[in-house]
T-cell receptor
Framework: ETGVTQTPRHLVMGMTNKKSLKCEQHLGHNAMYWYKQSAKKPLELMFVYSLEERVENNSVPSRFSPECPNSSHLFLHLHTLQPEDSALYLC????????????FGQGTRLTVV | GENVEQHPSTLSVQEGDSAVIKCTYSDSASNYFPWYKQELGKGPQLIIDIRSNVGEKKDQRIAVTLNKTAKHFSLHITETQPEDSAVYFCAASKNTDKLIFGTGTRLQVFP
């Protein structure tokens, strides 16, 4: 175990649904990240939170809404997604932002139907 | 911005042989180069990293080399074992900037 836990592991949702992905880290880290992993594409950084403040939002559509209530928890709220949003969503954390080892969770496999 | 290219996309080797994966980067200011291994059903896990002040780093059967002039770095796995089968990602970043990942290499080690 990496110390980063994601739930659920698998999620199937319709395009009109609203769902949330959850990430929890038990490492005492200050930075948390959401990545999107699609087949045959590089890992895409979506959002970065450092000390509970969002420091990066890489042109992610508004149908993805992150929330970081404290340094141990990170959520990704999903609404009105498209089939092309189907992917593996990975959460990661690091001691501080950038130039630090990132610890990844096992990911949530999302399928939008 | 930084761009990282990774080759090959797939690599098959016989158990016991060596495997080499290569990455090139575009931003000469990049100074941190980690390698991640992703096994089926799991998230990526850091296996080795190198910073720009050294040219080579080794940890048991894995090693990474960095050529700053040519802007490329490589992962070397010797005496490969079936459990080395996974997808390997390289990445690059510079001070206080985000990691940029390569597209990954699927390594298969046949017994």
């Amino acid at each position: 175990e990496t110390g980063v836990t994601q739930t659920p592991r698998h999620l199937v949702m319709g395009m009109t649904n609203k769902k949330s992905l959850k990430c929890e880290q038990h490492l005492g880290h200050n930075a948390m990240y959401w990545y999107k992993q699609s087949a045959k594409k590089p890992l895409e950084l979506m959002f970065v939170y450092s000390l509970e403040e969002r420091v990066e939002n890489n042109s992610v559509p508004s149908r993805f809404s992150p929330e970081c209530p404290n340094s141990s928890h990170l959520f990704l709220h999903l609404h009105t997604l498209q089939p092309e949003d189907s992917a593996l969503y990975l959460c990661a954390s690091s001691q501080d932002y950038a130039l630090e080892e990132a610890f990844f969770g096992q990911g949530t496999r999302l399928t939008v139907v | 911005g930084e761009n990282v290219e990774q080759h090959p996309s797939t690599l098959s080797v016989q158990e016991g042989d060596s495997a080499v994966i290569k990455c090139t980067y575009s931003d000469s200011a990049s100074n941190y180069f980690p390698w991640y291994k992703q096994e089926l059903g799991k998230g990526p896990q850091l296996i080795i990293d190198i910073r720009s002040n050294v040219g080579e780093k080794k940890d048991q059967r894995i090693a990474v080399t960095l050529n700053k002039t040519a802007k490329h770095f490589s992962l070397h796995i010797t005496e490969t074992q079936p459990e080395d089968s996974a997808v390997y990602f390289c990445a690059a970043s510079k001070n206080t900037d985000k990691l940029i990942f390569g597209t990954g290499t699927r390594l298969q080690v046949f017994p």
